[in-house]
């Protein structure tokens, strides 16, 4: 199906405005967390209410790569080629190794325990940055269990650290995260406050900034209130333009705060990512479906 809303010239140099969207896999519960693996040729995603993280490739389909996922959610893959996983249930931060074990690389802030890990990405220098919202708190995809931090923050765990450094706590619910090609800046969306937000990346990984870049509910165009849908999984393609899950599917933003367009989805799409050799297919983790649609325009590759 046609999905391309243009609103902007400029989006034609991104996105055919008649591509169409291809719907690879469906009779999930509710997707999130996709990855390419470039070495593997294949995609990791979470069905977190299943419990599951899935493996797709187009020779085989889908198939289940680990259950039980600790109800996972986020997913990435280190510069080793190492799986990366965000679990809600056990809410720590885990490494796969040789043999399909599993390293714990964080669970604890100050004493408490994390909220429940939700997004991450690599940085070049092989840290991580994660949010760490509340939701994988609530029952059915992770809890019940009981906040032990005072706040909902963003983090940044150095290589070989045992405990990750807090990077920002001024959220209601921090989310989807992208990291922009020369890491100078940060966007980070909250998903109740229904935004996204930016920040500047300055020496030893300080932030500062942190102003409004993208406001869903006073920013849509005509036509598009209502739609269901929130700020949540979010990438970067490499001219920096922002893809971000909200109202009727995945919005496009240039690095100005322009809305380009919108793809529409047929499903509250909750993240996205880039795939294949070319980075040019945008796969689409969308409530009960998997999605991928091919674009113009390439991604920031396997960690971002």
Request: hydrophobic share 35%; with cysteine; glycine share 12%.
């Given at each position: 199906?046609?999905?391309?809303?243009?609103?902007?010239?400029?989006?034609?140099?991104?996105?055919?405005?008649?591509?169409?969207?291809?719907?690879?896999?469906?009779?999930?519960?509710?997707?999130?967390?996709?990855?390419?693996?470039?070495?593997?040729?294949?995609?990791?995603?979470?069905?977190?209410?299943?419990?599951?993280?899935?493996?797709?490739?187009?020779?085989?389909?889908?198939?289940?790569?680990?259950?039980?996922?600790?109800?996972?959610?986020?997913?990435?893959?280190?510069?080793?080629?190492?799986?990366?996983?965000?679990?809600?249930?056990?809410?720590?931060?885990?490494?796969?190794?040789?043999?399909?074990?599993?390293?714990?690389?964080?669970?604890?802030?100050?004493?408490?325990?994390?909220?429940?890990?939700?997004?991450?990405?690599?940085?070049?220098?092989?840290?991580?940055?994660?949010?760490?919202?509340?939701?994988?708190?609530?029952?059915?995809?992770?809890?019940?269990?009981?906040?032990?931090?005072?706040?909902?923050?963003?983090?940044?765990?150095?290589?070989?650290?045992?405990?990750?450094?807090?990077?920002?706590?001024?959220?209601?619910?921090?989310?989807?995260?992208?990291?922009?090609?020369?890491?100078?800046?940060?966007?980070?969306?909250?998903?109740?406050?229904?935004?996204?937000?930016?920040?500047?990346?300055?020496?030893?990984?300080?932030?500062?900034?942190?102003?409004?870049?993208?406001?869903?509910?006073?920013?849509?165009?005509?036509?598009?209130?209502?739609?269901?849908?929130?700020?949540?999984?979010?990438?970067?393609?490499?001219?920096?333009?922002?893809?971000?899950?909200?109202?009727?599917?995945?919005?496009?933003?240039?690095?100005?705060?322009?809305?380009?367009?919108?793809?529409?989805?047929?499903?509250?799409?909750?993240?996205?990512?880039?795939?294949?050799?070319?980075?040019?297919?945008?796969?689409?983790?969308?409530?009960?479906s998997l999605y991928q649609l091919r674009c113009i325009t390439s991604g920031r590759g396997k960690t971002?």
């Amino acid at each position: 199906m046609t999905c391309v809303e243009q609103y902007e010239p400029e989006l034609k140099a991104l996105v055919d405005p008649v591509a169409e969207l291809e719907c690879l896999s469906e009779g999930f519960q509710f997707t999130e967390g996709p990855i390419w693996d470039r070495t593997k040729r294949c995609l990791y995603f979470s069905d977190i209410p299943a419990d599951t993280i899935y493996r797709y490739t187009k020779a085989n389909g889908v198939e289940v790569y680990r259950k039980p996922s600790h109800f996972s959610n986020g997913l990435t893959i280190d510069h080793q080629g190492r799986l990366l996983t965000c679990e809600h249930q056990t809410r720590r931060v885990t490494r796969e190794g040789a043999g399909g074990s599993v390293e714990v690389l964080a669970e604890r802030y100050q004493g408490k325990r994390l909220n429940s890990p939700n997004d991450i990405i690599v940085t070049r220098d092989g840290a991580l940055i994660f949010t760490d919202p509340h939701y994988g708190l609530m029952p059915g995809i992770g809890g019940p269990a009981e906040q032990e931090l005072p706040f909902r923050g963003v983090y940044r765990l150095d290589p070989g650290a045992t405990e990750p450094t807090l990077l920002a706590d001024d959220f209601a619910a921090p989310n989807g995260l992208a990291l922009t090609g020369d890491e100078r800046r940060l966007y980070v969306d909250d998903t109740i406050r229904s935004h996204i937000r930016v920040f500047d990346v300055g020496d030893g990984w300080t932030l500062s900034g942190g102003r409004v870049f993208w406001e869903f509910s006073n920013g849509e165009v005509p036509g598009s209130s209502g739609l269901p849908g929130v700020p949540d999984g979010m990438k970067l393609d490499t001219h920096g333009n922002v893809f971000c899950t909200g109202p009727g599917g995945v919005w496009i933003l240039s690095p100005g705060a322009v809305v380009l367009g919108r793809i529409r989805m047929p499903e509250v799409t909750a993240n996205l990512n880039w795939g294949e050799d070319d980075t040019r297919t945008l796969y689409l983790t969308a409530s009960t479906s998997l999605y991928q649609l091919r674009c113009i325009t390439s991604g920031r590759g396997k960690t971002l």
